[in-house]
C-alpha cells in the first residue's frame, strides 16, 4: 500500500504527463522525476506521521528540507545524485505551487549540494583511429566484426549518442547525405553525414545475414533481434584494454571525441552545439572540455569589439 495520499499521487502523474507532453521529456527522464519525486513524498509522509495531502504539502517547512535531505544523502548517494533529486523535487514543486496558489520558497530556497562536476575525456585523436581499428579485430564473424565497427563510426563520425545509432532502422540506410536524428526529449537535428560512417555501414550490410528490413533495427544482434548497447560496451572496453586506454574510453567518449576533435580543428563551437542536439551552449562548452584560453583565443578572433581594438593599436 502507497504511503502518498491519492491527491499527492494524482498530483505527481499529472505533473508527469505535462513534462512529457509539453517539454518532451524521455520515458526514462520520466521515470527518474517519478522515482525522485515519490521518494520525496514517501519521506515526507513518514517524518511528520501523516499522510501527506496537498494542504500538508504546501506547509513544507525548510527543516523538514533539511530533513529529507540529511536522510536522502548517505554513502550510496553522493552530492550529485541528491542534486538531481533536488532539482526534480523543486521543478514538481513549482508546477503544483501554481496550481493550488501557495508559496513555495521553503522547498525552492533548499540550498543543491556542491560537487564538482566531472569534464568530459575525449580520446586523442590517434586514439580514437586505433579504437576503430581495435574494436573490429574483436569478433570471430565478419559481419559482427563490420556492425561493431560501423556502429563506433557513428559515434566518433557524426557524434551520435549509442542509443541514437542503435535506433536507426533500415530504411535509414544507405546512409544520405545528412541523417535527420531525434535525441533526447524528442529534439531532432540534422547530421551530416561522413563518406567514411556511409561506407561502414555499406559494409556492414553487405556482410550481414539478415535482409534490411525498412522497419527493422539496422543494427541486429547475433540472433537477428536489436542490439543491445551492452554489445557495443563490452566491444570497447576489450578494445581500450588491449590499447593500454584508461576507462573512460567508452562509447559516450567517442561522442565527445568527435566534438573536441572537431573544436580544435577550428569548428565553431554553435555549430557543435547543433550537431550535438544541445539546447544550451553551456553544455557544449562542457562536453568539449573547452579551455578558458581557447574560449579567449575564439572571442579574440570573431568578436567585433576585439576586431576593433586590434586595428586601433
Known sequence: MSLVSPAATQALADWLERQKALKGASDN??????RDVLGF??????HKGDSQWLGALARVSTSDMRAWMAATRGPDLGPRSLARKLSAVKSFYRWLAEREGFEPTAVLAARSPKFQKKLPRPLAEDAARE????VECQ???PWIAARDTAVVTLLYGLGLRISEALSLT????PLPDVLRIRGKGGKERVVPVLPAARRAVDE?????????????????GARGGTLNPRAIQKVMEQARMQL???ASATPHAMRHSFATHLLNSGGDLRAIQELLGHASLSTTQAYTAVDTARLLEVYDATHPKAARGRKAG
Do not use: C, H, W
Open 29 to 34: 527522464t520520466i521515470e527518474a522525476y517519478r
Open 41 to 46: 513524498l514517501s519521506f515526507m509522509t513518514m
Open 131 to 134: 579504437m576503430l581499428d581495435r
Open 139 to 141: 569478433a570471430r564473424e
Open 170 to 173: 533500415g530504411a535509414d540506410a
Open 204 to 220: 556492414y550490410l553487405a556482410l550481414s545475414p539478415y535482409e534490411k528490413e525498412q522497419k527493422a533495427p539496422l543494427f541486429r
Open 244 to 246: 593500454g586506454l584508461p
